[in-house]
């Protein structure tokens, strides 16, 4: 069983950054890929960045290149979501996920196997 825990959120003014951190426990097969997904209010949750842990290959949602890079420390076992130049439609909530493939995480389907319970992030304008 992988138990996924994210720490970081809060709020923050437009243009700021913040950094937001998922740990793992557990290794297996399924956290071969680690991600982010997001949900704001009324919305879809959507796809935000995945890393390959294998690999170290990344993928980011359009709205995010350039502003947001992920990151894993695997020593550790936790995945970081560095947010920069941050917008009030970022706010939402942030969900970590961990799955075998950072490609079928960055699909329409979200693949994934587990998830975080979430970690809130308010952009203010």
């Known amino acids: 069983q992988v138990q996924l825990v994210e720490s970081g959120g809060g709020l923050v003014q437009a243009g700021g950054s913040l950094r937001v951190s998922c740990a793992a426990s557990?290794?297996?097969?399924?956290?071969?890929?680690m991600g982010w997904f997001r949900q704001a209010p009324g919305k879809e949750r959507e796809f935000v960045a995945a890393?390959?842990?294998?690999?170290?290959?990344?993928y980011y949602a359009d709205s995010v290149k350039g502003r947001f890079t992920i990151s894993s420390d695997n020593a550790k076992n936790t995945v970081y979501l560095q947010m920069n130049s941050l917008r009030p439609e970022d706010t939402a909530v942030y969900f970590c996920?961990?799955?075998?493939?950072?490609?079928?995480?960055?699909?329409?389907?979200?693949?994934?196997?587990?998830w975080g319970q979430g970690t809130q992030v308010t952009v203010s304008s």
């Open positions: 996920a961990a799955g075998p493939s950072a490609r079928r995480m960055a699909t329409p389907q979200m693949d994934a196997a587990y």
């Open positions: 557990g290794r297996s097969i399924s956290t071969n890929a």
């Open positions: 890393i390959s842990r294998l690999t170290g290959g990344t």
